[in-house]
């Protein structure tokens, strides 16, 4: 999905690297765009994950989605 959201508004992803919490990218983006608007675009797109996406890293992963996910009940019931 990074990849995809970065073709769209013109920024280079040359390295990525992925914990079990957060990402860090080495991007490469035209002078006019801060880094802020590009660390804001990139939340905005990646605030959530789609069923679809999970399934296809859990195939790529050879995994189950718990090994991925974790449920945190306190934030379900304090978003209730």
């Known amino acids: 999905m ?3 959201i970065c073709n769209k508004h013109h920024i280079k992803i040359k ?7 957060h990402v860090h990218y080495m ?3 035209e002078p006019t765009v801060s880094v802020s608007q590009i660390i804001n675009l990139m ?6 994950v789609s069923l679809e996406s999970i399934e296809k890293i859990c195939l790529t992963l050879d995994c189950k989605v718990d090994d991925i996910l974790e449920f945190n009940q306190q934030l379900s019931r304090e978003g209730n």
Do not use: L, N, Q
Request: glycine share 0%.
């Open 2 to 4: 990074s990849y995809e």
């Open 27 to 29: 991007i490469e983006a």
């Open 43 to 48: 939340k905005s797109y990646t605030s959530y």
């Open 15 to 21: 390295e990525m690297e992925t914990d079990k919490d």
